[in-house]
Antibody, heavy 121, light 108 residues
Framework: EVQLVESGGGLVQPGGSLRLSCVAS????????MSWVRQAPGKGLEWVAS????????HYVDSVKGRFTISRDNAQNSLYLQMNSLRAEDTAVYYC??????????????WGQGTLVTVSS | EIVLTQSPGTLSLSPGERATLSCRAS???????LDWYQQKPGQAPRLLIY???NRAAGFPDRFSGSGSGTDFTLTISRLEPEDFAVYYC?????????FGGGTRVEIK
């Protein structure tokens, strides 16, 4: 069964740091770009960051550049998001998602169940 | 940045009715890179349509996608109880990739 399982969310004070993890199973993790997408409470979806199969290319939404770092460990089938200098507006459920890129198009599938990050004093 | 505007924000319909959801882009999007997702309360989004008109595995043929350029449509031909959810469009062809604000399909 293809599965992504996130962990590492929690309550953190403004200015603090948190590291999210996502463990993949059921597919060849090292063959896919991977991404983080977040959803603030009651709001829509926002792409956060993506990383290439070998980690050599990374992309970020402007609002997290310089604060968040995406990384991966293909030997451990794991994706990470290091979040520093956290702000209240970073409060969201963070989803790990597989980025599929084919001649038919590009899409996110599957998604993990999400991990909640709350930034509050 | 390509802005995707979904309308209506909420669609109130009865089971058996037809739902038509719109996604309008601020600039042209290749249909190859326009996707739709379904999200139910407390769940992660799930890929529904990729490449504007290709149905993902597990979804019945009452779901269909169409459109090109700046105007895309998701149609649910006859709503079933399990179809009441929020639907998001997404473009993945231009950086940054962006999502629409979503359309909630609720039971009337």
């Amino acid at each position: 069964e293809v599965q992504l399982v996130e962990s590492g969310g929690g309550l953190v004070q403004p200015g603090g740091s948190l590291r999210l993890s996502c463990v993949a199973s059921g597919f060849t993790f090292s063959s896919y770009w991977m991404s983080w997408v977040r959803q603030a409470p009651g709001k829509g979806l926002e792409w956060v960051a993506s990383i290439k199969q070998d980690g050599s290319e990374k992309h970020y939404v402007d609002s997290v550049k310089g604060r968040f770092t995406i990384s991966r460990d293909n030997a451990q089938n794991s994706l990470y998001l290091q979040m520093n200098s956290l702000r209240a507006e970073d409060t969201a459920v963070y989803y790990c998602a597989t980025s599929v890129d084919t001649a038919m198009g590009r899409w996110f599938d599957p998604w993990g169940q999400g991990t909640l990050v709350t930034v509050s004093s | 940045e390509i802005v995707l505007t979904q309308s209506p924000g909420t669609l109130s319909l009865s089971p058996g009715e037809r739902a038509t959801l719109s996604c309008r882009a601020s600039q042209s999007v290749s249909s190859t890179y326009l996707d739709w997702y379904q999200q139910k309360p407390g769940q992660a989004p799930r890929l529904l349509i990729y490449g504007a008109s290709n149905r993902a595995a597990g979804f019945p043929d009452r779901f269909s996608g169409s459109g090109s350029g700046t105007d895309f449509t998701l149609t649910i031909s006859r709503l079933e109880p399990e179809d009441f959810a929020v639907y998001y469009c997404q473009q993945y062809g231009s950086s940054p990739l962006t999502f629409g604000g979503g359309t909630r399909v609720e039971i009337k």
